[in-house]
């Protein structure tokens, strides 16, 4: 009866290795939140010749299935003020979705 429950046991051990193993990698490689904001605004700045960022940057909300950040920059820019809304995929890198003038 012993030698039962140790060969169980070990067979239990091994699944639940392999049962790891294989959950491993499913890990995602996300972008930090202030990393996020970072890539954003030096985005929204690329746009304009000179520009300045007047409210820190704000996550809105993270796609679920892709884990995408949509980041909104806040950026002066002379007398205009200018929300830039992008959006930043795992890896960090912002892409444009639209800008909007405030104040007007």
């Not at 700045?45 to 980041?71: D, G, M, N």
Request: charged residues 25%; proline residues 3%.
């Amino acid at each position: 009866m012993r030698v039962y429950w140790v060969t169980f046991f070990r067979r239990l051990l091994a699944i639940l290795t392999a049962g790891l193993l294989f959950l491993a990698p499913v890990t995602y490689a996300e972008c930090l939140d202030r990393d996020a904001k970072a890539a954003s605004d030096d985005k929204a700045k690329s746009y304009f010749k000179t520009a300045e960022i007047f409210h820190p940057a704000r996550v809105l909300k993270v796609h679920h299935p892709s884990r995408q950040k949509e980041v909104a920059s806040y950026v002066k820019t002379g007398k205009k003020y200018y929300s830039i809304f992008t959006l930043v995929n795992e890896d960090c890198q912002a892409h444009f979705i639209k800008r909007t003038r405030q104040g007007d």
